[in-house]
């Protein structure tokens, strides 16, 4: 009877320790898709960033070459302005084909994804 007692205060104790390490590597899987995720993002706005900056200096010199070619600085900002607006409803009809459904897919996938 004792030996069965011992057997299962062993038995216990081994599943307390499983059950610990399986907990801490959760709590581990779940840092570094955090960390990923996060650099991830990151790097994608320092990205943003920077091509946002060409843009507007592609757009200002644009603008002033349509300008020039118009004969009147503005015309070439309105023709600009105009470009951007269109470009703009576009993006506000198909927002979620576009921008939402890609971005919601790929940040549940880098979440999902077991590197192993």
């Known amino acids: ?31 570094d898709k955090i960390t990923e995720v ?4 990151v790097a994608k706005v320092i990205l943003i960033i920077s091509l946002l900056c060409f843009f507007m200096m592609l757009s200002i010199g644009l603008a002033l070459l349509i300008g020039d070619w118009l004969g009147k600085s503005m015309y070439g900002f309105f023709i600009i302005a105009a470009v951007y607006g269109i ?26 994804k077991d590197d192993e």
């Open 1 to 31: 009877m004792e030996n069965t007692s011992l057997d299962f205060s062993g038995l216990l104790s081994e599943s307390k320790e499983y059950i610990e390490t399986k907990v801490e590597l959760w709590k581990l899987k779940a840092v």
């Open 38 to 41: 996060i650099s991830s993002l």
């Open 87 to 112: 470009a703009g409803l576009v993006f506000y009809f198909f927002k979620d084909k576009l921008i939402k459904t890609p971005f919601g897919n790929k940040l549940v996938e880098s979440f999902l």
